[in-house]
Structures are given as C-alpha cells and as structure tokens.
C-alpha cells in the first residue's frame, strides 16, 4: 500500500470554493461573430446567462436564436464599443435582466493590417477607438458594478500580435500591447475581490481571417494553420471556471504551426 503524502488530501477549502460557469451572468462584446460567438456559445451551453454585445443587429440575433434553440439563456443589444454609452448600457442591462454581472469578456476588435507608408490613419483611429478606448470604456462600465458586488472578472481579448511585432500590424499590435498593460495595471490595482484576465489568440479561424487580403498568398497560409474559435472559447472558459481567489493572469492559444 502507498503512503498518502500530506498535500495528496483534499484541502477542505477547496472543496468549499468550487469554481464554476453555471449560474454566471457574463457580457461579452463583439459576440456577433468568430470568437466572440464561440465564446458566447460555450459559456451558455455551460450554463451561464450571456449578456450579448456588437453593433449588426441581424447577426446577433442569429447567436441568440442558436443559444436558445439549445436550450441556453442570451440576451442581444447593439453596442459600439466605441461609445461609452452603449458600453454602459450593456452592463446595466446584465444587472437589469439576470440581477448582477459576474464577468465583462471586452473581445470586440478591429483588425486593419496595412503598412505605415499607406497612412490609412482612418484604420488607425478606429483600431484605437475599438481595441483600446473599447476596453477602457469596459473598465469604466463594470468596475464600479464589480466593487459594488464585492466580486468580478474582467476578460480582456489582446492577441499574439502584442507579444511578436511584424511588419503591417504595428498600429493593432500597439492596441494589443496597451490592453496587456493596462490589464496588468488593473490587475494590481484591483485587490483581492476582482480578478483580471487577459487572452491572447494566435490565428484563429473568424471572419477576418478569411476576409483579410482574400487573394493573398500569406492570407491563404494564414488560413490553412489558424485555430478554431472553440479553442479561444474554452480558454476562457478555464479563466472563468476558477475559485474566486485563483486569477489566470493571460493565456496565450496558438496554432502549433504558427512562427
Ligand atoms: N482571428 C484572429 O486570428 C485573432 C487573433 C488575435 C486576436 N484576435 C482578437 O479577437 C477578437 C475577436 O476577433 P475575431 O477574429 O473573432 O474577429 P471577427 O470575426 O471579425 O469579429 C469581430 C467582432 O467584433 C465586433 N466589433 C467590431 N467593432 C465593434 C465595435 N466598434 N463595437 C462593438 N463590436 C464591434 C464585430 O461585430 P460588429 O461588426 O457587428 O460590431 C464582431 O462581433 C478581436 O479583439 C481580435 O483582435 C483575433
């Protein structure tokens, strides 16, 4: 017979502090489509009330009828992350519909690749307004919900991009960079009730994979090794599963293939 080493015995806190997904009530931006649908899909088939968030609204009704056709609990609202506002009402509406929000996934972004010479300072700003001011403007929604309740999960969605600087993706991956940090400054700021969580995907088979420079050739290479969705979904999945105290701090999926 083997000798049970001490730390083999279950730690009765930790059979007391069971993470979970069922029963959360989670908002997630840019839910329309690839990973943000993915996402959105996996946590309600794993029980939790998913508070939906883009701007077409035909797309994301569609999420929801699938949601629901399965048996799950969503809600859809248009949202520009851009607007503070609308980022605001996304959260009112968790607390409104479900009672309370328990974890804001800030996934919406817009990916514009082109080099500096091209100054398509439009792409720019919007990569800017989206991926940076989008998260801030989720940070600004939910934190005071989040001390009010004692207890909340920030998701924020970067990229392998913030960690592997290229040619043509200097403006997305500064985007990138700045949510990481800002991230880790939150992280530290946010005490030992709130947990902060950053997901950083490498290619990853959506809608702007397969649109992005369509006759490419570094396009159609692109498209042959990205991930699916699913494997994004299920990492978040893993940040949010965890006992209130455990914070996954960044995860980071990438295809095996990928430089
Ligand atoms: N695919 C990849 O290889 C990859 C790699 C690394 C990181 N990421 C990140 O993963 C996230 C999701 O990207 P994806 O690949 O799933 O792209 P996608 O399929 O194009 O989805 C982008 C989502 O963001 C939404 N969105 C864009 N601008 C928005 C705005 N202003 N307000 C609200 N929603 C907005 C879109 O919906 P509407 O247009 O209807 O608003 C859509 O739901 C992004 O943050 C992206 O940077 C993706």
Do not use: C
Not at 98 to 110: E, F, I, K, M, T
Not at 171 to 191: D, F, H, I
């Amino acid at each position: 017979m083997t000798q049970q080493h001490p730390t083999d015995l279950a730690d009765p806190s930790d059979v007391a502090d069971q993470g979970t997904i069922a029963g959360k009530v989670i908002a997630i931006t840019g839910a329309n489509s690839g990973i943000g649908a993915a996402i959105a899909e996996h946590l309600a088939q794993r029980g939790a009330s998913v508070v939906l968030g883009a701007r077409r609204a035909d797309r994301l009704a569609e999420v929801v009828e699938r949601i629901d056709a399965a048996g799950g609990v969503a809600f859809g609202l248009e949202v520009d992350v851009r607007q503070r506002a609308d980022v605001a009402r996304l959260v009112a509406t968790a607390q409104e519909r479900y009672g309370r929000l328990d974890v804001l996934v800030s996934n919406a972004g817009s990916m514009a690749i082109s080099g500096f010479d091209e100054l398509r300072q439009d792409d720019w700003d919007d990569m800017v307004a989206t991926n940076l001011t989008g998260v801030l403007n989720g940070i600004g929604a939910a934190l005071p919900v989040f001390r009010a309740q004692g207890s909340g999960h920030f998701v924020h969605m970067a990229s392998t991009s913030a960690h592997r600087i290229v040619p043509t993706q200097g403006v997305y991956a500064a985007t990138k960079t700045a949510v990481r940090v800002l991230s880790e400054a939150l992280r530290q700021e946010a005490g030992p009730d709130l947990r902060v969580t950053v997901v950083s995907p490498g290619m990853t088979n959506t809608e702007w994979v397969r649109s992005a420079a369509a006759d490419d050739d570094a396009a159609s290479y692109v498209r042959s090794i990205a991930q699916p969705p699913s494997a994004i979904a299920r990492a978040v999945a893993y940040a949010i599963e965890q006992p209130a105290g455990v914070d996954v701090g960044e995860i980071i999926v990438r295809p095996t293939a990928q430089s």
